[in-house]
């Protein structure tokens, strides 16, 4: 596979998560606020923020030279982590959403993806950003990932936290307890 093709299959990799965005969004239609969740703009809208510096090393490549048999690694971490994101947006159906906020008929999801961590879609993001370092040979994108990815996705989930804990209770504590937030099987 040439550097050309493996770029253009960690784009489509992320793609995944994309269209998967974007169609249930569609899908969902509008719905009923039950909680209008209380956080910052840039908070709310982590989704479309923290896929920038995948964008601009895709636009920019800054490569250092990496051998080919890491490159697949990486191609293979972010396909496998875009789909696990896919996945666990899926697994929410009408209750999935960009922002913070608990709609009518929004459900505690416990199960599939989130049996195993109780934000798969983040790990999904972080573990993607990885892979695209590694396949892209991005060392401006690996950095981007240490040092803003992984901290706003760490900022986001403890809004998210506060809210799931203010909009299912004793529910969510009690899930919080058995399922670790994005390490699977971690503390």
Known sequence: MDDR?????????????????????????????LLVADAPWWIQYYPPLVWLPFVVAYVQPL??????????????????????????????????????????GHLLKTDGPYALVRHPMYLGIVLFHLGASLALESPLLLAATA????????????????????????????????????IPFGA
Request: charged share 20%.
């Open 147 to 182: 040092l803003y990815v992984v901290p706003f996705t760490a900022v986001r989930i403890a809004a998210e936290e506060r809210v799931l804990r203010e909009a299912f209770g004793e529910r969510y504590l009690r899930y919080a307890e058995r399922v670790a937030a994005l």
């Open 63 to 104: 490569a250092i030279d990496l051998d080919q048999s890491i490159r697949f690694i990486g191609l293979g971490i972010a396909l496998l982590s875009a789909a696990f994101g896919a996945w666990a947006m899926w697994s929410l159906g009408r209750s999935y959403g960009i922002r913070l906020d608990v709609f009518e």
């Open 5 to 33: 093709s493996l770029r253009i299959a960690v784009l489509l990799s992320a793609h995944l998560i994309f269209l998967s965005a974007a169609a249930l969004r569609i899908l969902r239609g509008r719905r009923a606020h």
